[in-house]
C-alpha cells in the first residue's frame, strides 16, 4: 500500500518559518509529479508548489520568492520550505505524489493526511 507521510507544520507568527515534509512508500515503481496543495477554510484546495521527476518547478503565485520545495528521489521524499509566512499562508497543507505502482500499470494519484499551518499573531 502507498502512504505519503508528512511531517511538519504548526504554529508561527507572521514573518516565521515552517517546513513540511513528504515521504512516499510503499509499492512504487516510479514517483512522477510532486509536491504540496493546501485548503484554506471556506475554500477549495489549491496548489501550492510541484516538482517533477526532472525537477521542474511550479509555484503558485503567492508563494513565489517565499517558499522553496525540493525533492530527494532516492529517498521518494519532498521538502517544503515556507519562509517570511503570512496570515493569509493558514491552511491545510496536504502532500501530494503521482506515481506508477508498476512498470505496466496507470499513473495513480495519493493524497498525504494533511498537517496544519497556523500563521498567526
Known amino acids: 500500500q502507498v502512504q505519503l507521510m508528512e511531517s511538519g507544520g504548526g504554529l508561527v507568527q507572521p514573518g516565521g518559518s515552517l517546513g513540511v515534509s513528504c515521504a512516499a512508500s510503499?509499492?512504487?515503481?516510479?514517483?512522477?509529479?510532486m509536491g504540496w496543495y493546501r485548503q484554506a477554510p471556506g475554500k477549495q484546495r489549491e496548489l501550492v508548489a510541484t516538482v517533477d521527476s526532472r525537477r521542474v518547478f511550479n509555484y503558485a503565485e503567492s508563494v513565489k520568492g517565499r517558499f522553496t520545495i525540493s525533492r530527494d528521489n532516492a529517498q521518494n521524499t519532498v521538502w517544503l520550505q515556507m519562509n517570511n509566512l503570512k496570515p493569509e499562508d493558514t491552511a491545510v497543507y496536504y502532500c501530494?505524489?503521482?506515481?506508477?505502482?508498476?512498470?505496466?500499470?496507470?499513473?495513480?494519484?495519493?493524497w498525504g493526511q494533511g498537517t496544519q499551518v497556523t500563521v498567526s499573531s
Open positions: 510503499g509499492t512504487i515503481f516510479s514517483l512522477g509529479n
Open positions: 501530494y505524489a503521482e506515481l506508477w505502482a508498476t512498470d505496466y500499470g496507470g499513473l495513480s494519484a495519493y
